[in-house]
């Protein structure tokens, strides 16, 4: 049995003399095409989109690094020699390292050597700060990928039990938790997490740090501490403004719609209200994670971790300038990149960015 209506009203030509179940998959399949084909313009675009501003930033932001030297007025010399060195030997030390040639030249040297990779030679002990970083970043980045999952994991399930019991005394105990850990400073919950975890449990090493290449049980074991302290901060902003959306969600008029429609509250949470309701909780992360690796200098006392905060701490108070200046280039292209990553899930799973909002 053939038709021409039914294909016609799926969005196919009507063929005469074509089965319908035929003609079906075709539509699918074209239809499927379709939504990959936008899927990925949206994806395109705002990737495009944060290239077009990270240039621009990223120049402007390595200018003002660079300048550093010059508007601190540090000089190796000074650090290599103490105070009490004399201008000969002040010039001699600068240059060699090349501190006596044009500033744009000594920028567009460093910056070349910064787009390679290379992020210049420390001042205090002359090892390539590359490495450094690289060393202590690792430390960092597994602890705030942790204290990452674990604020989105609590944040997210907080925030959606207290926007489904909005108004209820659910509601009202889960505000109040999130409020109280807002205003706890990490370096007070470490304190309390090592006493009562390390010292009187004996559940989690008290200090230390074993990379994954030693085994993921010791490494998830040094980490958790510290990554459960950074947390706390992650959790509470993303269980408020994750109740926030969903509840301003939840007046709108399509959530109204629905409901007319007889649609279940299973599919009116899922299919509307959450994916109109993640993109603040989402734009918060992008704030968080840089914040997370660059904020734990504390943190990374109280657990004895060598990680980039107390890396970046230690060379601010050696004078260290090429190590401040590294940390700086790094931080930014952190925060650049993980906002990047942040909008192109927003374009992909909320329907504001799919209209191009």
């Keep these: 049995m053939t038709t021409t209506s039914a294909t016609a009203t799926a969005g196919v030509p009507a063929t005469a003399g074509v089965p319908v179940a035929a003609v079906a998959p075709v539509a699918r399949r ?31 932001a390595t200018f003002v690094t660079f300048a550093l030297r010059s508007l601190s007025g540090l000089s190796p010399a000074r650090i290599q020699l103490g105070e009490d060195a004399t201008p000969e030997a002040i010039a001699r030390i600068e240059a060699q390292w090349g501190l006596n040639r044009p500033f744009l030249v000594q920028y567009w040297d460093w910056l070349t050597g910064v787009l390679h990779g290379q992020l210049g030679t420390s001042w205090v002990n002359g090892a390539d700060i590359s490495t450094l970083i690289g060393l202590g ?56 997490l090592v006493s009562v ?62 409901v007319v429609r007889g649609l279940s509250p299973r599919r009116i949470f899922f299919g509307h209200v959450l994916r109109n309701g993640l993109g603040p909780a989402l734009a918060t992360l992008g704030l968080k994670f840089p914040a997370l690796v660059g904020a734990s200098v504390v943190t990374e006392w109280i657990f004895g971790l060598q990680g980039f905060g107390r890396f970046a701490n230690d060379s601010a108070q050696a004078g260290d300038v090429p190590a401040v200046q590294g940390v700086l280039v790094v931080s930014i292209v952190l925060v650049v990149t993980f906002n990047l990553i942040v909008n192109l899930v927003l374009a992909r799973v909320t329907p504001a960015a799919r209209r191009g909002v």
């Design 30 to 60: 074209r239809g499927a095409a379709v939504r990959i084909r936008r899927a990925s313009a949206r994806v395109l675009t705002t990737l495009a989109r944060s290239v077009a501003i990270f240039v621009p930033v990223f120049l402007v």
């Design 137 to 192: 970043l690792g430390v960092s980045l597994s602890v705030a990928v942790l204290a990452l999952v674990i604020g989105v994991v609590a944040g997210f399930a907080l925030g959606t039990v207290a926007a489904l019991r909005r108004t209820t005394w659910v509601d009202r105990v889960i505000t109040g938790f999130v409020t109280v850990i807002s205003v706890m400073p990490a370096f007070v919950v470490g304190i309390v």
């Design 197 to 258: 975890f390390a010292v009187g449990l004996h559940l989690f090493p008290s200090a230390g740090y074993l990379p994954a290449a030693q085994g993921i049980g010791p490494w998830l074991a040094h980490i958790t501490l510290p990554a459960v302290a950074l947390s706390f901060d992650v959790v509470a902003d993303v269980a408020r403004q994750l109740r926030t959306s969903l509840v301003a969600a939840y007046g709108e008029n399509y959530v109204t719609g629905a």
